[in-house]
């Protein structure tokens, strides 16, 4: 019989094995916890810069090329390195402009590519008495 508290000779070692096991694991998580992060990070940026590429592009006289233009600006403002193989699209029509960007969040997990679009779309400004 062993003494309660003692461990007996087969038990040595065994925490070493389970912090051994447990460690990768939980910097895994770690990983996956910051990677969706940056994903949410830069979905809102895009978000906020297709936003202010819409009220661009719905601006009365506006191209759909001004609003590309002002949404690149503001995402080489902001996004930094957070939003990767981004590309922005913007199709106006008579009665609507909408605005489309496309990337990847930065990987910070190997192998782990995040897709975001983000498309936000709004009427076109008319003059009052024009059609």
Request: proline share 0%; hydrophobic share 35%; net charge negative.
């Given at each position: 019989m062993t003494r309660p508290g003692k461990r007996?000779?087969?038990d040595?070692?065994?925490a070493t094995v389970e912090v051994t096991l447990a460690m990768p694991l939980l910097g895994l998580l770690l990983l996956l916890i910051v990677q969706f992060a940056f994903w949410a990070h830069a979905t809102h940026?895009?978000?906020a810069a297709a936003n202010q590429g819409v009220q661009t592009a719905r601006?009365?006289?506006s191209t759909a090329s001004a609003g590309?233009?002002?949404t690149n600006a503001i995402l080489d403002q902001t996004a930094g390195s957070i939003l990767v193989n981004r590309s922005v699209t913007a199709n106006n029509t008579a009665t609507t402009?909408?605005?489309t960007v496309t990337g990847n969040a930065a990987a910070v997990v190997p192998g782990l590519s995040l897709p975001i679009?983000?498309?936000v779309t709004a009427p076109r400004e008319k003059v009052p008495g024009m059609p």
């Open positions: 007996s000779s087969s040595r070692g065994a940026v895009a978000q601006a009365y006289g590309v233009d002002d402009s909408t605005v679009t983000v498309s």
